[in-house]
C-alpha cells in the first residue's frame, strides 16, 4: 500500500482528540503506512471561507495538496469535509488550467507547486477499498452479530460526486458493507442521506438545527438500532452534543452514536475507554453492554468512568 498523509482537519483535534486516538489505534492495528506532514492548515471550511473569498478557498486547498504532492504521498481523512472541500479544489483546478496557473503563480511565492498528484480519500471509502471487507473480516476480534447499526454518510462522504467518485451519490453502499462486515445489521432507513443539520448552528439556527438531527434519531430509535455510526466532526458534533442538549430539556432519546474508527477498534479488542468512548455525550452503555450480553464477554461491560457519560 503506498504511503498516506493523515489530514486531520481543525475540528477533530481542537474539538475531539479521542478520534483523534481512534483513528491512530486502528492504523496501527493494520499496520497501516501514515505519515504526519508538518504544514497543514484548515482545509479550508468551504460554507465560511468559500462565502467570503474564494480566492482564498481555492489557494488554501490547493497549498494543503501541494504539501502532499510534494512528498508523492495520498492523503486519507477522518474527516469528510476535509476531504470534500480539497477534492473541489483538486476538481476545479484539474478541469481549469488557466486558473491552475495562476494558483501555481501564488504558490510560487512560498515555494510550492500544486500539481495534483496525490489521491484524496475519506476514510470510510478508504477502508472500503483500499483496506478490504475481507482483510477487515479476517482482522477484527469481536464481531457485532446481533446488533442493529445505521451508517450515517452525511453530505460530504460521497458529493461533490464528480470530484471525489467514491460511491454511488444516490445510492451509497461502503459504509453499510463495513457495518455488515462488522457482523451487525445494518439498519435502513428514509433519512439516510439526510444533512445532519449541525451547519444550521454556524448561522444562528439552533432551533432547527436541533429539529433535523431528532428527525433522525426518532426514526433510528423507532427501527429498533442500537447505535448511529459518523465518520464526520461535525455529525458527531450534531448528533451526539444537541442530541445530549435536547434530552436535558426532558426528550427521550439516547441513541449512542459512534464514530467509524471507534466501532471498528471494539471490533479489533480494544476497551471502550482506550478508544475515547468516556469522551462521548450521550452514553454508549445500553450499545456496550448489549454487546456484552450477546458476546459473553464480560471484558465489554462498560466501566465505572463510562458509566458517568451522559447522566442528565
Not at 479544489?89 to 488557466?98: A, F, I, T
Not at 444562528?204 to 430509535?221: C, F, P, T, V, Y
Amino acid at each position: 500500500m503506498k504511503d498516506f498523509a493523515v489530514f486531520w482537519g481543525c475540528t477533530i483535534q481542537a474539538r475531539f482528540p479521542f478520534l483523534e486516538k481512534s483513528s491512530r489505534i486502528v492504523f496501527e492495528d493494520f499496520e497501516l503506512p501514515y505519515k504526519e506532514i508538518d504544514g497543514f492548515t484548515c482545509c479550508p471550511e468551504k460554507s465560511l471561507i468559500d462565502n467570503v473569498d474564494h480566492e482564498m478557498f481555492v489557494v488554501t486547498a490547493a497549498r494543503n495538496v501541494a504539501l502532499a504532492d510534494e512528498k508523492g504521498i495520498d492523503i486519507v481523512s477522518p474527516c469528510t469535509g476535509c476531504v470534500s472541500n480539497l477534492a473541489t479544489v483538486k476538481g476545479e483546478l484539474e478541469s481549469n488550467p488557466k486558473e491552475k496557473e495562476t494558483v501555481n503563480n501564488l504558490l510560487k511565492e512560498i515555494g510550492r507547486e500544486f500539481d495534483g498528484s496525490a489521491k484524496l480519500s475519506h476514510l470510510v471509502p478508504f477502508f472500503h477499498d483500499s483496506v478490504g471487507v475481507h482483510k477487515i473480516k479476517q482482522t477484527i476480534k469481536k464481531n457485532f452479530e446481533g446488533m442493529k447499526i445505521s451508517a450515517h454518510y452525511g453530505c460530504h462522504m460521497i458529493r461533490p460526486s464528480h470530484a471525489l467518485r467514491n460511491d454511488d451519490p444516490i445510492d451509497p453502499v461502503k459504509y453499510d458493507n463495513l457495518i455488515r462486515a462488522l457482523g451487525a445489521e445494518a439498519v435502513e432507513t428514509d433519512t439516510k442521506l439526510m444533512c445532519c443539520g449541525q451547519g444550521l448552528d454556524r448561522v444562528d439556527q439552533h432551533d432547527n438545527a436541533l429539529h433535523m438531527a431528532r428527525m433522525k434519531l426518532k426514526e433510528l430509535i423507532a427501527a429498533g438500532a442500537d447505535a448511529l455510526t459518523v465518520c464526520c466532526p461535525s455529525c458527531f458534533l450534531q448528533f451526539d452534543n444537541n442530541q445530549f442538549l435536547m434530552m436535558r430539556e426532558g426528550e427521550k432519546l439516547g441513541l449512542p452514536v459512534i464514530y467509524f474508527t471507534e466501532l471498528l477498534g471494539l471490533a479489533l479488542g480494544h476497551t471502550a475507554e482506550e478508544l475515547g468512548l468516556t469522551a462521548h455525550r450521550v452514553s454508549a452503555e445500553p450499545f456496550l453492554k448489549k454487546w456484552a450480553a450477546l458476546t459473553g464477554d464480560n471484558q465489554t461491560e462498560i466501566n465505572d468512568g463510562l458509566n458517568a457519560v451522559g447522566e442528565l
